[in-house]
Structures are given as C-alpha cells and as structure tokens.
C-alpha cells in the first residue's frame, strides 16, 4: 500500500502533463473545431432570448412540468412538431478562458489523486511499473473519458463528438499513467 501522501508529485506531474497535452489537442491539432454549430439568424433569436429576459441555466425545449404531462396529446404534437433540444446558457459578459482552464487543471489533479488512490490501496511501493500503469490510466479513463458519453445519451450531444472526447479522454488517461508509472515510489523510498 502506498499512501496517497506520497503520490502528490505524479499527481501533480500527471495534472500538468495532462493541461500541456489538452492544450495541443485543442489549440493546435483542433479536433473539435466543429463541434459547435452557428444557428440560423442567430441575431434575431438572440433578440428574442433578450426580449423574454432569459436567464442563465439550463433549459429543455419543449419542457413537460411533470412525466404526466410529458404524456399528453399537446406535448407529444409539440414534440413531433419540433425543435426538440436543450440549451445551456451563461451569463452574459463573456467567457472566462482563465477561470475555466483553473477548473480543468483542478479536475486534472482531482482525477490524479483518484487514479493514485486507487493504485495506492492494491499496489505497493516498488510495483511494476506496467502494472502502475495500468491501474492509473484505467482510473484515469474512468475520469476523462467515459464521463462524456451520458452527453451523448441524455442530451443528444452527437455521438461523433463524443467519440472525439472519449479519444482525449484515452490520450489524457495514458498520460496519466505513464507519469504515474516513471514517478511510483521505490522500495526503502
């Protein structure tokens, strides 16, 4: 057993590793460059989502209050009728780059600390090193990779584009265990 006190330098090294990695997967290579449509007369709708004073959340359309009304006759035409979808919406102002790649390198060293947990209860110090690797990085999927497929399940985010963060997440999660392999504590360390 390894203490996860003893594992916050690949943890670390594994969240910084992982935000270098992301950073070149979405800025340079641009897999998910077309992930995002434009809507069509994307001004007007805005104009009318102002006019109607439509606060940040998340939202549903067309939204049944209750399963019962989920059922009736006039939901089912508003459904076959269409659009369908949901819709997340921020505050107005902007987006903040910095406060969200803050949250992602926190979520990077949150998935670190479950992978070294994990390892650290079945494995001991001096452990194979392929072996480190891959209770970490199946950990690490876990965490990266599998988390976006319910997107694509429940909110009908495109399965292409999940398929795409599942592939970022494998990428993330071999990372992870790589630096978890070449970091593991030694014996008499």
């Known amino acids: 057993m390894v203490p996860l006190t ?11 590793f992982v935000f270098v990695v992301s950073s070149v997967i979405h800025m ?14 994307e001004d007007q709708l805005l104009a009318a989502m102002r006019a109607q004073s439509v606060q940040p959340g998340m939202y549903m359309f067309p939204c049944a209050g209750s399963m019962k009304e ?9 459904l076959e009728q269409g659009p369908v979808g949901s819709m997340i ?7 903040s780059m910095g406060a969200s790649l803050l949250q992602w390198f926190v979520f990077s060293l949150l998935i ?10 079945v494995l001991g110090p001096g452990a194979d090193a392929m072996t480190v690797f891959r209770v970490t990085s199946t950990v690490a999927l876990l965490g990266y ?5 319910q997107d694509s399940i429940w909110k009908a985010v495109p399965w292409s584009v999940t398929a795409k963060f599942v592939f970022d997440g ?18 008499g360390a």
């Open 6 to 16: 003893d594992l916050w330098l690949p943890i670390v090294l594994a969240a910084v």
């Open 89 to 95: 919406l921020r505050p107005s102002g902007g987006f």
């Open 28 to 41: 340079a290579l641009q897999i998910h460059k077309g992930d995002m449509k434009k809507l069509p007369n």
């Open 170 to 187: 494998l990428v993330y999660a071999l990372v992870t265990g790589a630096t978890f392999a070449w970091r593991w504590p030694h014996l």
């Open 145 to 149: 990779a599998f988390s976006s497929i």
């Open 112 to 121: 670190g600390a479950c992978a070294g947990y994990a390892a650290g209860i």
């Open 70 to 78: 989920f059922g009736t006759p006039e939901m089912k035409k508003k």
